[in-house]
């Protein structure tokens, strides 16, 4: 059982940073891929950005540039720095964490406002 807790959301102006934060718990996290998903009200959730076992990454083509995820594996954390934020951007971002045979985790989620 892994469970994942988000944390860094918030609000903030166009063209501002957040840096979004994913604790794990449970064993094993470094074995797992871990994503990050978001989803604006009324739309479908969508990935933004993965980042699997050995520290391969995969990003949407709407945040290439300008978001960066990465993990340490050494604190049970993947993280999401998000710059150049625009209001398209406005979601609810969530974590996941997917082991082929461990298992699918999702997050609870954090709220990311960019707004002037």
């Known amino acids: 059982q892994v469970q994942l807790v988000e944390s860094g959301g918030g609000l903030v102006q166009p063209g501002g940073s957040l840096r979004l934060s994913c604790a794990a718990s449970?064993?094993?996290?470094?074995?797992?891929?871990m994503g990050w998903y978001r989803q604006a009200p009324g739309k479908p959730r969508e990935l933004v950005a993965v980042i699997t076992s050995s520290d391969s990454t995969t990003y949407a083509d709407y945040v290439k540039g300008r978001f960066t995820v990465s993990r340490d594996n050494a604190k049970n954390t993947m993280y999401l720095q998000m710059n150049s934020l625009k209001p398209e951007d406005t979601a609810v971002y969530y974590c996941?964490?997917?082991?082929?045979?461990?298992?699918?985790?999702w997050g609870q989620g954090t709220q990311v406002t960019v707004s002037s």
């Open positions: 449970g064993s094993f996290f470094a074995s797992y891929t």
């Open positions: 996941n964490a997917d082991h082929a045979i461990k298992g699918h985790y």
